[in-house]
């Protein structure tokens, strides 16, 4: 069982940043790669970001490559989502994942763990 747990949303003006956080806990968190997704009002969850327990790979959608950076701390277990030049479009409530193993992955049947949310709002 691993729980995960975001922080770190706001309400932001264009062009902004911030820095979300997941805190990952439980006894097999370290055999399992980390993901975020958003989703904004009316559309689905989309994949933003990957990246393996140890950080040492790492995979973006195109949509925030550039722009946002994923990384971890393991030995906190934290990930980190950095959002920079932030546009009202990424308005969202961004979502950490947990997926078991090293693979990393986009769609969201892969991923067996969620957080519960933290929104971003940027304004314009």
């Known amino acids: 069982q691993v729980s995960l747990g975001e922080s770190g949303g706001g309400v932001v003006q264009a062009g902004s940043s911030l820095r979300l956080s997941c805190a990952a806990s439980g006894r097999t968190v370290s055999s399992h790669s980390m993901g975020w997704f958003r989703q904004a009002p009316g559309k689905e969850r989309d994949f933003v970001a990957a990246?393996?327990?140890?950080?040492?790979?790492?995979y973006y959608a195109d949509s925030v490559k550039g722009r946002f950076t994923i990384s971890i701390d393991n030995t906190k277990n934290l990930v980190y989502l950095q959002l920079n030049s932030l546009r009202p479009e990424d308005t969202a409530v961004y979502y950490c994942?947990?997926?078991?193993?090293?693979?990393?992955?986009?769609?969201?049947?892969?991923?067996?763990?969620w957080g519960q949310g933290t929104q971003v709002t940027v304004s314009s």
């Open positions: 994942a947990a997926s078991p193993g090293l693979q990393l992955w986009s769609q969201e049947r892969k991923y067996a763990y």
């Open positions: 990246i393996r327990w140890s950080g040492g790979y790492t």
